[in-house]
Nanobody, 129 residues
Framework: EVQLVESGGGLVQAGGSLRLSCAAS????????IGWFRQAPGKEREGVSC????????YYVDSVKGRFTISSDNAKNTVYLQMNSLKPEDTAVYYC??????????????????????WGKGTLVTVSS
């Protein structure tokens, strides 16, 4: 059974930090690009960041560059999103998703345009002002 399980969300004050985790199972982790999306109330879902499990290439949306860092522990089949200097506008449900790497074919800057093969259920991040 394929599973993507997010954890690490919570309530934090502006300027604070959180680390999200996405634990993957049931598929060949190294063959996939793992991404983080977020959806704020009343807004469309947004692709935040992704990492290639095979070569470590990454992508960040402009609004989080310099504040968020994505990393992967292939031995644990887990992807992390370290979020620093959080802002109230980062408040959203954060979802982990996976897409087969060969479909993305290195187009990491547009990974969010590809249909994801697997999704997690999400974890809520709330940043208070």
């Amino acid at each position: 059974e394929v599973q993507l399980v997010e954890s690490g969300g919570g309530l934090v004050q502006a300027g604070g930090s959180l680390r999200l985790s996405c634990a993957a199972s049931g598929f060949t982790f190294d063959d996939y690009v793992i991404g983080w999306f977020r959806q704020a109330p009343g807004k469309e879902r947004e692709g935040v960041s992704c990492i290639s499990s095979s070569d470590g290439s990454t992508y960040y949306v402009d609004s989080v560059k310099g504040r968020f860092t994505i990393s992967s522990d292939n031995a644990k089949n887990t992807v992390y999103l370290q979020m620093n200097s959080l802002k109230p506008e980062d408040t959203a449900v954060y979802y982990c998703a996976a897409v087969w790497g060969s479909r993305v074919h290195g187009d990491y800057d547009s990974f969010y345009k590809y249909g994801m093969d697997y999704w997690g259920k999400g974890t809520l991040v709330t940043v208070s002002s």
